[in-house]
C-alpha cells in the first residue's frame, strides 16, 4: 500500500512540475513578445520574461525524482537533538 502511495505521490508531482515548468515557460515567451515587440523596447521584463522561462524548463528538466531525493537529503542533514 505505501508503494503504491509513494509511486501515486511521485506521479503526481511529476505532473505539477510539468505543468508549473510549461506555464512559467509560457509566460516567459509572452514576457519576451512583448517586451521586445513594441517601439519601446523594454530590456528588463525581456530579461525577466527569459529568467521565467528558464525557471520552467528548469522544473522540467529535474522532474519529480530528482526532488524528492533532493528534499530527503537535506532533510537528513538537519541536525536533532
Known sequence: MTDK????GTWALGL???????????WGVIDIAG???GKTKEWGKALIG???GV????LIFIGATT????????GSE????
Not at 5 to 8: C, P, R
Not at 16 to 26: D, E, Q, R, S, T
Not at 78 to 81: G, R, S, T
Open 67 to 74: 526532488l524528492i531525493n533532493w528534499f530527503k537529503q537535506g
Open 50 to 52: 527569459l529568467g521565467v
Open 78 to 81: 538537519i541536525p536533532f537533538k
Open 5 to 8: 502511495i509513494q509511486t501515486l
Open 55 to 58: 525557471l520552467g524548463g528548469f
Open 35 to 37: 517586451a521586445a515587440g
Open 16 to 26: 505539477v512540475l510539468i505543468g508549473g515548468g510549461f506555464w512559467a515557460m509560457i
